[in-house]
């Protein structure tokens, strides 16, 4: 081979060399991606759909990934978002190259076009034994009953309670805000302390602050806040269940001959312990066993006045008792507020028949 066809083959592995050079540089270029869609956190009513699609100046090829609720529903570059189960989802997107990844994270919330003027979300039902409980109204069928409209759901003994949401911000307006349907009677009160929150963080979840609704019994004689009761678990089903608190008392929810079934409730281990504030059981009149009445407080409580409680949010008071100022609400708590015996009647159990925005109510 002569010396012009050396330099005529050197030329041409060069420029191969040089070929593969760039497109390898293309491949590993820095992997930069802009989404569509800026905001982490977005609300869409049910049914509307939300594309989002992953944008690159990158010549080079790089693959995607898409995971809503963590599972896997796509490898293009765009997704199309749509559902109608209200509440938050969670949609994440990778863009990877055997060298670099980038990851976004977007919380959706799929609400409705309207608002319901019930609750309609249920975020826990953790009931204090009882007589109904481990049946209607003591289960979690009757707790997502009253979601959307009137049903009928128990909290049993003190401390039994049950978290809530609306599909919209009730508003702090003037006067009462709120309305708790219950099945009080003029002598016959069951109240329950109301614990409000607001969805400071925007991703549709009850994980933010809690305010207790100040009624007419706060800061009185046998009011106190941070009062804790554990119960047992008994024996048998047929058994009373035992229950200690925070001031070394103990006692018992006493069975009665109505109600056959475990009055613990049977998703619970050995013990569980609920807190929360305690009222007073001064308004309870046992002169006449047969007839044991207990009467309604002035206001501020669920279960506790004939046709339903009205609420004002402007009640709201922060852990250390002070007042706060709340411009609205999207989550509710009722919790039982009295630990009680009432003879053949049962334990003092708050009921539930449905929570609403007034201002909604027509």
Sequence with gaps: MNIKNIICLLSIVSLLWACDKNETDMVQLPLKVQMSVNEDRIVINSGDTLTITAV?????????????????????????????????????????????????????TVSYDFNNPYVTQLFEYRPAP???????????????????QKGMVTLGAYGGYIVLGFDHTVKNGEGNDIIIYNNASNVFSEPGVIWVMSDDN????????????????????????????????????????????????????????????????????????????????????????????SYPFDFGYADNTSGGDKIDIGNAVDKDGKKVILKGINFIKVQTAVQANMGWLGELSTEVLGIADLSLVK
Excluded: C, M
């Design 130 to 148: 009882g007589q109904f409980i481990n049946k209607s109204p003591g289960n979690l069928a009757s707790a997502q009953g009253i979601l959307g």
């Design 56 to 108: 690159t100046q990158n010549e080079g090829e790089f693959k995607s990934e898409w995971k809503l609720n963590d599972k896997v529903v796509s490898e293009e570059r765009s997704y199309s978002f749509s559902s109608k189960d209200k509440g938050p989802h969670t949609l994440e997107y990778r863009a990877y190259t055997t060298k670099e990844e980038f990851k976004t994270v977007y919380i959706i």
């Design 202 to 293: 925007g991703n549709g979840l009850p994980d933010d602050t809690w305010y207790e609704l100040a009624g007419s019994e706060f800061n009185k004689t046998g009011y106190e806040r941070n009062y804790s009761v554990t119960y047992y678990k008994p024996n048998s089903v047929t058994d009373k269940v035992r229950w200690t608190d925070s001031k070394d008392r103990e006692g018992y929810v006493e069975r009665n001959t109505f109600h056959t079934q475990s009055y613990y409730p049977e998703w619970e281990g050995d013990t569980y312990t609920l807190t929360g504030s305690v009222l007073p059981s001064t308004n309870i009149d046992y002169t006449i066993p047969t007839n044991i009445k």
